[in-house]
């Protein structure tokens, strides 16, 4: 590709987004703590631009701050505009950065993920003067091609009145050969009016369509905050929390973006809202729905959240209030289960509706583990109806803060102890009193997390992680054959209890109070208690400090002795170890597949750290098992280089 320089139009006033924006310019109002500026160039760095123009107005002095600071200080040149100068006149004044070559135009309020290089490579064997990206958005569709894709004007209405014509929307994002300055006169102007004066000499403004793919243009509060919670649903989160705030024991549902310089103090309570830069909580408030900071608050609605409403027709729902089983509803959860999840509104209050498929084995399992779980104790979302034949159940809506969500948001020692600790509380009561009545649950009872299907993690491991995530094929398969089997034959012989088998971060729920409760049991089986342990103390979810993890261990331990006077301390710590090596194998094993096979990329970013624990668990086992040993330090190695 030939050189090319960039133009970022950051001078605009943001008049839509005021009051935001006395205190903020628009192009530094942070996504999950990057401006969303400094978004915008990251992708443009992509095509290696030599030059980066950046024009500036209001609250200039922040922007040129910002660029001193960033990432791309070195490619940048500023040019401050008194008065502004407009789309056209901007690019006219920045012509001494961009004159040489082609370059590219992206607006600095756009979030989208168009191919940046397919618009440059279109627009270079084109020979047009300019390319357009465009989509089909019947909110901004006023650019009128022909059946080309040339551009012919810019209206809202047809006013050729020529049906071979075309309206559809410009994205903010264009490439232009260094001719096209020639149509800007000096001082302010519109690039539309450059446009088309160059067609009127005969030149070609073509487009390139990007319909389907994703793009918000912030410049509204409503529409910032959609980009905010959407860019958090893509990453499989719901809360954002800068690394040097603190959420103490506050309450927090819903999508929640807490910025740098912002702060939440104990016993506030925080819902589907976005702290900026500034903003105080204090003690006893409630916030929903907002956009906050020093000295602003913008109501926004639950338009701005990413989940759409749809409609669906479900006969159990008529058993519940639902004329015709037809009701709106939202899906709901970002985990890598297969089923469907939707929240489901009945009066004051809302449920939650699960979908599965024919094929889905655990359907009924799930069913009959909610009831046993219910009548001994375990808090689990009550189980409201079901239609076994359609595969479909009706569930207490337990809300969105997971305890990986709650800990998104930096929480004092004591608070971390105090939710861990009534975690593993219930985890004792799934081991020892529930376990006791194991036989009331044939369903369980009669599923064994044993020798096979521990061997079936380790292959799950190897398949979906060191085959397609890290593309290692020539290995002794042999001799970690024998490994894995004596590792499975190990941890099978352990003493079992009730197992969750999915015991970490994402399946605990904080509800109203701080209170844990558990979800996506379905799994769960006959097995060593210390698997479950490893899960959650061992999360690469949620990375608890290694004090922390022992005084935990500690509480787990001592309350077992509690419970069960001849409870073994030194056997069960025995067991740790081998089922730590299991479960992380498993958790990596999850990962790749989910990543690799279901296309959820945000799983990729937990595989660090459940390759640093098995790295450490296999030099502290190498012993026994050197082969695994030799192929994780291998992989080090190879992620090194």
Not at 99 to 123: A, C, G, Q, R
Not at 151 to 164: F, G, I, M, P, R
Not at 417 to 428: A, F, M, P
Not at 532 to 538: G, K, P, Q, T
Request: net charge negative; with cysteine.
């Amino acid at each position: 590709m030939e050189p090319i320089t960039a133009f970022i139009p950051a001078a605009g006033l943001g008049e839509r987004l005021r009051p935001i924006t006395d205190h903020i310019p628009k192009p530094l109002l942070p996504i999950l703590g990057t401006p969303v500026i400094e978004t915008v160039l990251h992708r443009i760095s992509r095509l290696a631009p030599t030059a980066i123009a950046v024009n500036m107005h209001h609250r200039w002095e922040q922007i040129q701050t910002w660029a001193a600071s960033s990432a791309y200080a070195r490619l940048i040149s500023l040019f401050h505009e008194e008065p502004i100068l407009g789309t056209g006149g901007a690019i006219k004044n920045a012509s001494s950065c961009l004159k040489e070559s082609t370059f590219i135009v992206h607006n600095s309020d756009i979030v989208s993920d168009i191919d940046l290089s397919s618009l440059v490579e279109s627009h270079l064997r084109s020979g047009n003067i300019a390319t357009l990206a465009v989509h089909d958005n019947d909110k901004f569709n006023n650019v009128w091609i022909d059946r080309a894709g040339n551009l012919s004007y810019v209206a809202k209405q047809n006013s050729a009145a020529d049906s071979t014509l075309c309206k559809i929307a410009f994205m903010g994002i264009a490439v232009y050969s260094s001719a096209f300055l020639d149509f800007l006169p000096s001082g302010s102007s519109s690039v539309i009016d450059a446009w088309l004066a160059a067609i009127r000499s005969g030149q070609t403004i073509g487009t390139l369509d990007f319909s389907g793919s994703s793009w918000t243009d912030i410049g509204t509060p409503h529409a910032y905050a959609f980009a905010v919670f959407d860019t958090l649903k893509r990453q499989g989160r719901i809360v954002y929390a800068h690394a040097s705030t603190t959420c103490g024991n506050a309450e927090l549902q819903g999508y929640i973006v807490v910025e740098q310089g912002s702060s939440i103090n104990d016993n506030a309570f925080v819902s589907n809202s976005i702290l900026l830069p500034g903003a105080r909580v204090a003690s006893g408030s409630r916030i929903e729905l907002s956009i906050l900071g020093a000295r602003f608050h913008v109501s926004i609605d639950t338009a701005c959240l990413p989940e759409r409403t749809q409609a669906l027709s479900i006969p159990l729902l008529e058993k519940f209030g639902s004329p015709g089983g037809r009701a709106n509803s939202v899906c709901i959860g970002t985990g890598g289960s297969d089923r469907t999840f939707f929240r489901i509104p009945r009066g004051e209050t809302t449920f939650v509706l699960m979908t599965c498929k024919d094929s889905d084995k655990d359907y009924e399992r799930h069913l009959a583990l909610s009831r046993f779980f219910r009548r001994h104790g375990v808090p689990v979302p009550e189980l409201l109806g079901e239609d076994i034949p359609m595969k479909h159940a009706l569930f207490e809506d337990l809300g969105d803060l997971s305890l990986y969500a709650w800990l998104a948001c930096r929480r004092t020692t004591d608070h971390i102890l105090n939710v861990y600790r009534k975690v593993l509380d219930i985890l004792l009561m799934l081991h020892t009193s529930v376990t006791d009545h194991a036989d009331d649950c044939m369903l369980l009872r009669e599923r064994t997390f044993d020798w096979e299907h521990l061997r079936w993690e380790s292959n799950y491991f190897m398949d979906n992680y060191i085959g397609n995530i890290m593309q290692i094929h020539t290995i002794d398969q042999k001799l970690l054959d024998d490994e894995f089997d004596r590792l499975a034959r190990t941890v099978d012989a352990f003493d079992k209890v009730i197992l969750h088998r999915d015991f970490q971060s994402q399946n605990i729920m904080i509800v109203r109070g701080n209170k844990p409760r558990i979800i996506d049991f379905q799994g769960a089986r006959m097995g060593p208690a210390a698997y479950d342990v490893a899960s959650l103390l061992w999360d690469p979810y949620s990375c608890l400090h290694d004090v922390v993890r022992d005084m935990l261990l500690s509480h787990y331990i001592n309350r077992r002795k509690e419970i069960r006077t001849d409870f073994d301390e030194l056997a069960f710590r025995e067991t740790i170890l081998p089922c730590r090596l299991q479960r992380h194998m498993q958790a990596l094993g999850a990962y790749g597949y989910l990543s690799h096979v279901k296309g959820k990329n945000h799983f990729l970013r937990h595989i660090p750290q459940a390759l640093a624990y098995l790295k450490q668990e296999s030099a502290e086992a190498q012993s026994s098992y050197p082969a695994l040993h030799r192929m994780l330090a291998d992989i080090h190695e190879k992620t090194e280089h």
